[in-house]
C-alpha cells in the first residue's frame, strides 16, 4: 500500500496532464505513485467546470495550507516537565506562564 503524500505542484501538472491523456485512475496512481484515493478526491474536487485545472489546484492547495494552523511539536522533555507538574497539583495556568 502506497502511504499517504500529499500532491506537489509537478505532480498537479502531471495528474493533468495524465488525466487529459484518458489514462485512468489506477494507472495515473501507479505512474504518480500516489494512493488512489488522493487521486480519486483530486479529480472529483474538479476545479472548474472544464474538469481539473493543475493551476487552480495549486492556487487552492497554497491557500488551503496558508489558512491551516500548525501545531507546536512537544519534545519529550516538554512533556515529562508537564506530567511532572501535573502531578504536583499544579494548574493549567502555572505550567503554561499564562
Known amino acids: ?6 500532491l506537489t505542484e509537478p505532480l498537479r501538472y502531471q495528474l493533468y496532464a495524465l488525466n487529459k491523456s484518458t ?8 505512474q504518480l505513485g500516489v494512493h488512489q484515493s488522493t487521486i480519486s478526491r483530486k479529480l472529483k474536487r474538479k476545479i472548474d467546470k472544464r474538469g481539473y485545472r493543475a ?20 519534545i519529550p522533555d516538554d512533556i515529562e516537565c508537564i506530567t511532572v507538574k501535573h502531578k504536583e497539583k499544579w494548574r493549567l495556568e502555572q505550567i503554561t506562564g499564562d
Open 55 to 74: 493551476i487552480q489546484a495549486n492556487n487552492n492547495a497554497i491557500k488551503r495550507r496558508a489558512r491551516a494552523v500548525s501545531c507546536p511539536v512537544m
Open 23 to 30: 489514462m485512468s485512475q489506477t494507472k495515473i496512481t501507479k
Open 1 to 6: 500500500m502506497i502511504k499517504h503524500k500529499q
